[in-house]
């Protein structure tokens, strides 16, 4: 039994010197591979300060300065049509034509009921005349005097009746004749030559007039803009209407900001007006918008793709002097074009990473390369250039920019 037990010892002490031996190359070659760790290649830019435009962006539609539908005062049949299916027409402009003989033949009638009652009515005015001079004299009595008179003011109102029925007549034989109300370009024809119209009937539409210049565009806003929106007002704030792929841009100006927000949306309704003269900007037409609310001076900037979102909101890798990084949580104020607003976590002069992120964790070593493609955000060529990242998601910085 003392035999076996001094075995026992020697067999648990060699194990133990074998696990000692095993544990400490283990535990070299775990520092081994930590000291040999490669470092992770970035791009970085520099965190600046910068004048940055102060704009809201949406998306808006095109809508005509007036639109009229123009509808038959009068029932008649078509004779004529003066126009084709989308020209420019002016004011006064004739457009249809129909058939006048029934308007003109009821002018000529009332103005042969006014001259017949005309007649009556002089004739009938100088017998209360000289009804009133033999009263006077005694020859005859009250009672025929004022029978006289009253037969002479009755004849004066129907003389008058008579006018307005020659002036409703010459305003119908006008009404034949279909004249635009405004200058525009025309839509689709609702009738033709034959067709039979009856007076304001709304269902048949003749004719849709558009006036194309000036033309505006609606567009709504949030209501957390509407203090900026509101301090601007009243001077001539820019709106820049830009086609879908950018390719042209149109200036106006704010001429409207609607008394109340929607309630059910958040919103609030605003309208900018275009000259449009070439009519490049086409009733209907959804556009860019971009309104312009004036520029904040010395305003801290960094490329956005150096804007991570995380679940605690967003952040950048800040590179120290040792070309190791730190997460630095950062608020992001607005975003224009390629650059984006901070509100706080960075100050001018610090190095951020723009590309390489998702490799990256706090304490992380890094090796600068060049980016593959430069942009310089601006004057002075600093580094708030940034090579694009590919797959990785970044910060939109909302709307307001």
Not at 19 to 40: Q, Y
Not at 96 to 113: E, I, K, M, S, W
Not at 285 to 293: D, G, K, P, T
Request: aromatic residues 2%; contains cysteine.
């Amino acid at each position: 039994m003392p035999g076996l037990t001094k075995g026992h010892h020697q067999v648990r002490f060699s194990l133990l010197a074998l696990a000692a031996l095993l544990a400490g190359a283990l535990t070299g070659c775990s520092a081994e591979k930590t000291r040999k760790a490669p470092s992770v290649p970035v791009t970085v830019a520099t965190v600046q300060t910068r004048d940055m435009p102060h704009e809201i962006e949406a998306t808006g539609t095109v809508e005509p300065q007036q639109t009229v539908q123009v509808l038959a005062q009068i029932g008649g049949t078509i004779e004529r049509v003066a126009f084709r299916e989308g020209d420019a027409v002016a004011a006064n402009q004739v457009l249809f034509q129909l058939d006048a003989r029934p308007f003109r033949a009821a002018l000529d009638q009332a103005r042969a009921v006014l001259a017949r009652d005309r007649a009556q009515s002089v004739a009938a005015h100088r017998e209360a005349e000289r009804a009133q001079a033999l009263r006077e004299q005694g020859l005859i009595a009250a009672g025929e005097q004022e029978t006289k008179q009253a037969s002479a003011e009755a004849l004066a109102a129907t003389l008058r009746a008579d006018s307005a029925m020659v002036a409703n007549a010459r305003l119908n034989l006008q009404y034949a004749t279909i004249r635009a109300p405004i200058s525009g370009r025309t839509g689709r024809i609702g009738a033709h030559v034959g067709d039979v119209v009856k007076a304001s009937d709304i269902g048949n539409t003749l004719v849709t007039i558009n006036q194309m210049h000036p033309v505006r565009v609606r567009f709504t806003v949030s209501q957390d803009a509407l203090p900026s929106v509101l301090r601007g007002h009243g001077q001539h704030l820019a709106v820049i209407a830009l086609t879908p792929d950018d390719s042209v841009a149109h200036t106006g100006q704010l001429v409207f900001v609607d008394n109340a927000v929607d309630a059910a949306t958040g919103t609030l309704l605003l309208k900018g007006e275009f000259d449009n003269r070439g009519e490049a900007m086409w009733p209907g037409e959804f556009v860019r918008v971009r309104l312009m609310l004036g520029s904040d001076a010395n305003a801290i900037v960094v490329p956005t793709v150096a804007i991570t979102a995380g679940p605690a909101g967003s952040f950048v890798y800040v590179m120290g002097r040792d070309s190791t990084v730190s997460v630095r949580p950062v608020t992001v104020q607005r975003t224009r074009e390629e650059l984006s607003v901070i509100a706080s976590g960075v100050q001018p002069g610090e190095t951020i990473v723009t590309d390489g992120q998702i490799r990256l964790g706090p304490g992380s070593r890094v090796v600068v390369r060049q980016p593959k493609s430069s942009a310089a955000g601006g004057g002075g060529g600093s580094a708030a250039a940034a090579e694009a990242p590919g797959g990785r998601g970044g910060h939109s910085g909302g709307s307001t920019r």
